[in-house]
């Protein structure tokens, strides 16, 4: 197994978390959005508004097979990367899928006053993300390991990722 892929909902730590598991194992971290963002000189927002979910989402996949291809990396997904079962294949092939949780309230808090997720730009935002949650818990129950990352700090999770992987330090 050659790279960490993390996945998770919106607000669960996905970078935050992949910043610490990349100075810990002295790997690079690949923010997807980021690379998306860098790619298309354009931001997340932007794609959405200017073509499209559909055509982000296909984005999203060139971006991950053009990713997935590296080895000893921290591979950061957008929340909704796991809803294409094609995205979660690439990844596998050369990694172990962690994902991270978080309940609908951390989430709500997390993501509140950041007007960059471009799914959430709606008038009520927790409904949403309640939704949102539901209609994808069965595809972040897919990962090879499932962290609740409720009440730990970003090191705490990083530490208890490798733990599972078997790489305890
Ligand atoms: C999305 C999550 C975002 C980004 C896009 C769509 C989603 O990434 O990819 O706004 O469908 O959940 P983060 O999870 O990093 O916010």
């Known amino acids: 197994m050659e790279n960490i892929v993390l996945t998770g909902?919106?607000?669960t730590g996905k970078t935050a978390i992949g910043r610490e598991l990349s100075n810990m194992l002295r790997w690079r971290l690949i923010d997807v959005d980021e690379e998306i963002v860098k790619t298309k000189k354009m931001s997340i927002n932007e794609i959405f508004s200017r073509f499209g979910e559909?055509?982000?989402r296909d984005i999203e996949t060139a971006t991950i097979r053009e990713i997935a291809s590296q080895k000893?990396?921290?591979i950061s997904?957008?929340?909704g990367a796991v809803l294409r079962r094609e995205n979660m294949d690439i990844l596998k092939q050369n990694?172990?899928?962690?994902?991270?949780s978080a309940t609908p309230d951390t989430i709500i808090t997390r993501t509140s006053g950041n007007n960059e997720r471009p799914l959430l730009q709606v008038e009520n935002p927790s409904q949403r993300i309640k939704e949102l949650?539901?209609?994808r818990r069965s595809f972040y129950e897919k990962a090879d390991i499932m962290i609740?990352?409720?009440s730990k700090t970003p090191h705490q999770i990083a530490e208890e990722i490798l733990e599972s992987i078997g790489w305890k330090r």
Do not use: C, K, R, S
Not at 95 to 100: F, R
């Open 72 to 74: 000893h990396v921290i």
């Open 133 to 135: 949650l539901e209609v």
């Open 95 to 100: 990694g172990v899928i962690v994902n991270l």
């Open 148 to 150: 609740d990352t409720e």
């Open 9 to 11: 909902f919106m607000g």
């Open 54 to 56: 559909p055509a982000f």
């Open 77 to 79: 997904t957008g929340g």
